[in-house]
């Protein structure tokens, strides 16, 4: 049969496990409570992937850095002076030029006969000129001759008037042929008066008489001229020495006056062209010393224009070369520059880091002694291509992780291996 508990053992047996859950239930929130104050476990990297420097005191030239090609200083635009058709092509690009140096030939049908109609006008006026000017060399011719002819009868008439005044004297001619004599004498030299006055007229009008004929002929050959410089012109030349750099046409092709037809540089002449990042371009200024790396020899030269707006993320930057060129240095050569913006003396530095603007405060990762790197907050200061000023978080002989640690963000430090 079964025998009934006692209820007062049952009693304490249930206090006992109500006791011990409680003890379980507060250690395992105690040991909870212990883990979540733990710090995650620091994961590994390795040696070798990282960008490692060592920060150091000293001078440090800031520099931007920019890529470009070499560009000629005189380029010329070979433009069509006559409207055409391309006939033919003389020279290609790369062809060395001087000034004249045919390049491609036009033709224009039109042209040629407006030239042909304009030499026709001219020779007609010019004839027109001739025949005025011969009609007013025989009137000139004729006034001269009545000069001449009234001054020889007023000679007579006054020789004849002093004979007769003579022989009146003697008693010989009585004063009614003395009074006629003076009379014809008079009129004689009023003649003569009156034919040097038409002669000067008709000199003084010679101008106005013959201008215009001379106005037609002169309008005419400077027609014809231009038509003619016009035809010339149908022969492209090139503007000055140097090298072709290119002809945009081709055979058959029909140009207007004034199109571009190519261009004409002096490879003896050459800048380069930098595009450098509208971020660093604060400091920049014209005079700025320069190096242009152009792959075979870096050349210095200096700042000599910068661009007022920037384009796609870019400032355009021209460097007038102050040393010769290495050999096969030529137009449209890609080169790197540095131009050098200001010189930092005894300042903290490292190397630039991948990340991280000048005159901000960014994290790195310094590296202990025992191997971990911890989260270091580090204010930069001014920045060049290849190293940046420390202004506050690091010492001299510090070494940092300036490669991008972004992935361990999460993490306070890390331990390096290997």
Known sequence: MDVKRDPAILKKKRRRQFLLLAVVIAAVGGVSAWVSQLEPAAPSVAYSSLYLGTVKRGNIMREVHGAGTLKPEDIRIVTSRASGRVERIILRAGAVVKPGT?????????????????????????????????????????????????????????????????????????????????????????????????????????????????????????RFQTVSQQVDDLLVKSPMAGILQEVTLEVGVSVQAGGNLGRVSDPTKLKAEVRISETTTRDLAIGQMAKIDTRVGIVKGHVSRIDPAAVGGTVGVDVTLDEALPAGARPDLSVDGTIELQRLENVLYVESPTFGQENATITLFKVQPNRDAIRTQVMLGKRSVQFVEVVKGLEVGDQVVLSDMSQYDGFERVRITG
């Open 102 to 222: 045919p390049i491609l030939e036009l033709t224009n049908p039109d042209l040629r006969q407006q030239l042909n109609d304009a030499k026709l006008a001219w020779d007609a006026a010019e004839a027109n000129l001739k025949l005025a000017q011969s009609t007013f060399r025989t009137t000139r011719a004729r006034e001269d001759s009545n000069v001449a002819t009234a001054k020889s009868r007023y000679s007579v008439a006054v020789a004849d008037l002093e004979a007769n005044t003579k022989l009146q004297e003697q008693g010989l001619v009585s004063d009614l042929t003395i009074k006629r004599m003076q009379a014809a004498v008079d009129q004689e030299k009023n003649a003569l008066e009156m034919a040097q006055k038409q002669r000067e007229a008709t000199i003084s009008t010679e101008e106005s008489t013959l201008a215009p004929a001379s106005t037609a002929a002169t309008t005419a050959k400077s």
